[in-house]
């Protein structure tokens, strides 16, 4: 009798059944089908976050500044909201790395 059939007429003797056998249906183990792509997916997304913060990101936050120091030279008031904004992304963004690894652990990069 095959376990299905068994457990649609008798579900507590299908569970003792496989209590009894040491669950060995229930011992597999199952592979993600996904675990291929996924793991590209990650390592495309560590090579973004290690270019990021690395020399690009602390140029992207120079250049932020520069322009909101400019603006601020030429009397533009509202630059002050972008200075504020190039320290604090700049900040993040060289943090970035050590952010995604304090949060995920070691799932990060």
Known sequence: MRLAS????????????LAALGNPVLAQTVTNPLSGPMQR??????AVVD???GPFGAALAIIMLAVGFGGLIIGNRNSIGLIVTAIAGGALL????????????ATGC
């Open 94 to 105: 060289l943090a970035a790395k050590a952010l995604g690894n304090a949060i995920l652990g």
């Open 51 to 53: 270019g990021v913060t």
């Open 41 to 46: 997916i990650q390592n495309i997304i560590c």
């Open 6 to 17: 068994l457990a649609k007429r008798n579900p507590a003797l299908a569970l003792a059944l």
